[in-house]
Nanobody, 127 residues
Framework: QLQVVESGGGLVQPGGFLTLSCAVSGLTSDYHDIGWFRQAPGKKREGLACYSYTRSGGSTRYAGSMKGRAAVNSPVAKTVNLQLPDLTPEDTGIYYC???????????????????WGQGTQVTVSS
């Protein structure tokens, strides 16, 4: 059974830098995707970025709004970090991580594509 745990977040000043970490356990396949999402107050959950694992390596994908800004990486197996610079109050929300085991080799940033979700971590950008 997959389990997803996010860490990081909290109160961040405008212009600050955010690093969130997602750790996934219970994986049984070398092929799996891990995605980052967020939900701002009163808004739908939106995809930010994702990381796809295959036996030959990893690949990333970004939502249009995050291209050139966000970065995801996997410093250790089954862990994906999200980095977001130049934070503004519009970045405030609950940040979620999700995972799926699928031999696609190409992850998606659509929340409906994921089966297992973490509890989320609150990020508040405010001075």
């Amino acid at each position: 059974q997959l389990q997803v745990v996010e860490s990081g977040g909290g109160l961040v000043q405008p212009g600050g830098f955010l690093t969130l970490s997602c750790a996934v356990s219970g994986l049984t396949s070398d092929y799996h995707d891990i995605g980052w999402f967020r939900q701002a107050p009163g808004k739908k959950r939106e995809g930010l970025a994702c990381y796809s694992y295959t036996r030959s390596g990893g690949s990333t994908r970004y939502a249009g709004s995050m291209k050139g800004r966000a970065a995801v990486n996997s410093p250790v197996a089954k862990t994906v970090n999200l980095q977001l610079p130049d934070l503004t109050p519009e970045d405030t929300g609950i940040y979620y991580c999700a995972a799926r085991e699928l031999m696609s080799g190409r992850c998606v940033v659509d929340p409906q594509g994921y089966t297992t979700w973490g509890q989320g971590t609150q990020v508040t950008v405010s001075s």
